[in-house]
């Protein structure tokens, strides 16, 4: 087979805009069905499915608090706020962020904490994907620390047939100072080549558990300026446990200008060298920063310049990823509607499985409930991404999921208005 690459694939375009052919015709089918959810048996406005789980105390209350999140200067003050008072150890302020903003968006402080709401998705047909949620470590006892723990959500989730993937960031597992000197191309020194070797033999031991125990593992991506490391240490353990079945994921952030090139080409060494890749699909979580440090340092800004620019890699790459799915297992992770009924409608017009293992949805605990419980209601694979973790050490991933619900434009967020609106069917408002 030849090699793919985006300019092969063009045929005849000359604006640079990576096209596959007749991707259109799936966007507009796309936007058709939003448009008229009678198209498909998917209708992610369906409010009924999408809360069946939760209470009328449960509901009320996510409507209290997704109200609160709407107000943007609220989000801004009490992310400032809320970190200073958690850093200064403030014996009530613990107690707040657990049962309000936590309890909306995490599983537990501990795995076996989080088996209530494991059971509860399962009952659903939602599966969970557990992410043990501390980030920003520096020592060696940290990283040993999360290695154990997430060795120890690996030996939990064999134990559930709920629990098929374990999630965790290379952050966790050495030093972010040590993978951006290695991007940099930096000579080892004896201590940073022992650095390096100790992040291999974490991730290989947590790889080899995973494997053992048919648990496959999700690495996340993170900043540009470090991501083509992580790419490399992925690879590697792509390489080595991905032979037989697909362990091992990769992340590809579809708002980086090179990723959709990376995905083609990642493809083409898997199978040039006899492994199967494994694709974890996301738009992206650091567009501001990406983008500040590009014009601090004045290089070119490797984020997509518009959303459509986005979306239109994002759905090529998805497209991507369904035309190979016997050698390519991918996990569509996102909180798009469009994007997820591109999938379902792909998969539908092919009569492929809807629970094939390499076809597979996610959303984060506590977010778009509408798009994840009707895709399991409709048959599809689906997974919640569940953090669990110490409060204190949680709230820098609580409060970017404050503010990315206070980012979405209009007078009332999406989740909002959803939930509002289950309430008005049942009566509650």
Known sequence: MDQLNIRSMEEGNKTGKPVIKNLEKYEDMANAIMKDPANTPIDFSNTEIAFANKTDKELKKAAWLFGLMNNHWLVGLGAKVGITAIKMRLPFVESVVKNTIFDQFCGGTTLLDCQKKIDRLFDHNALTILDY????????????????????????????????????????????????????????????????????????????????????????????????????????????????????????????????????????????????????????????????????????????????????????????????????????????????????????????????????????????????????????NVAKYVPYGKVVEVVPYLIRRAQENASVTGDMSREYQLVLREMKRRGLS
């Open 133 to 380: 949620g501390v980030e920003a470590k520096e020592t060696e006892e940290d990283f040993n620390h999360t290695m154990n723990e997430n060795m120890r959500a690996i030996e939990f989730g064999a134990k559930h047939h709920a629990i098929p993937v374990v999630s965790t960031k290379i952050t966790g597992l050495g030093r972010f100072g040590l993978l951006e000197s290695i991007q940099r191309g930096d000579e080892f020194t004896p201590e940073t080549r022992n650095e390096y070797k100790s992040i291999l033999k974490r991730m290989d031991a947590i790889c080899h558990l995973a494997e053992q125990r048919n648990i496959s593992i999700f690495f996340d991506a993170e900043e540009s300026w470090i991501q083509h490391t992580i790419d490399h240490l992925v690879g590697i353990m792509m390489k080595r446990y991905n032979r037989k079945k697909v362990v091992v994921y990769n992340t590809f952030q579809m708002y980086r200008t090179d990723r959709l090139q990376f995905l083609m080409d990642s493809f083409n060494k898997a199978k040039a060298e006899g492994y199967m890749l494994g694709a974890k699909l996301v738009r992206g979580a650091y567009m501001e920063k990406e983008r500040e440090r590009a014009e601090k340092m004045d290089y070119p800004s490797p984020i997509h310049p518009n959303k459509n620019a986005t979306d239109d890699a994002y759905n090529t790459a998805l497209r991507f990823c369904i035309d190979n799915y016997e050698e390519i297992a991918s996990c569509n992770a996102s909180h798009n509607a469009a994007s997820n009924l591109l999938q379902a409608q792909i998969i539908a017009e092919r009569d492929i499985p809807k629970n094939h293992e390499h076809l597979n949805f996610c959303q984060l605990y506590g977010m778009s409930d509408n798009l994840t419980f009707n895709l399991s209601e409709a048959g599809y």
